[in-house]
C-alpha cells in the first residue's frame, strides 16, 4: 500500500502570511504552482490557491490591487493536512469526496511535503502506464 511520503513533492516552496497576493501570484506563476503552504513564524498557518487569490480579486471588485491584500487574508486557514504515512487511497479519495485540490503532509509541526491534485493525476498515469 502506498503512503504519502512516497508520492508527495518533499520540502515545498512556501509563502509566508504577511507577503501580499501579488507576490504569491508572481511565484506561482514562475513556478507554475496552483497551491502554496503559507507560513507564520515559520509554522504552517495554511494554504494559498490559484482560487483563493482569483476569489479575492474578484471579491473587491477591482477596488483593492494584488499589492494591497495579504496572503494571510485570503489563504485557507483550515488546510486538509495528513501524516506522511497515511495511505495514498484514503487521502485520494477524501481529496475526491471533498474536492480539494492540495494536502499539506505534515510531519508533527512541521511540514514533510505536498500533494495535489496534479500530483494524483500524474501518478495515475504512471500507475496505468504500469511503471508504479
Known amino acids: 500500500m502506498l503512503d504519502m511520503k512516497t508520492v508527495m513533492t518533499v520540502s515545498p516552496q512556501t509563502v509566508e502570511a504577511d507577503a501580499t497576493v501579488e507576490s504569491a501570484q508572481q511565484l506561482m506563476t514562475e513556478k507554475r504552482f496552483r497551491h502554496l503552504p503559507v507560513v507564520q513564524n515559520g509554522r504552517v498557518i495554511g494554504v494559498l490557491s490559484d482560487r483563493d487569490i482569483t476569489l479575492?480579486?474578484?471579491?473587491?471588485?477591482?477596488?483593492?490591487?494584488?499589492?494591497?491584500?495579504?496572503?494571510?487574508?485570503?489563504?485557507?486557514?483550515?488546510?486538509?493536512?495528513?501524516?506522511?504515512?497515511?495511505?495514498?487511497?484514503?487521502?485520494?479519495?477524501?481529496?475526491?469526496q471533498k474536492q480539494i485540490g492540495s494536502v499539506l503532509v505534515m510531519e508533527g509541526d512541521e511540514l514533510a511535503g505536498i500533494f495535489t491534485a496534479t500530483d494524483a493525476c500524474l501518478w495515475l498515469g504512471k500507475a496505468l502506464r504500469g511503471e508504479v
Open 56 to 96: 479575492a480579486l474578484v471579491a473587491h471588485h477591482g477596488m483593492l490591487k494584488g499589492d494591497e491584500i495579504h496572503v494571510e487574508d485570503v489563504c485557507t486557514l483550515d488546510a486538509f493536512t495528513v501524516a506522511p504515512d497515511a495511505r495514498l487511497e484514503a487521502v485520494v479519495t477524501t481529496m475526491g
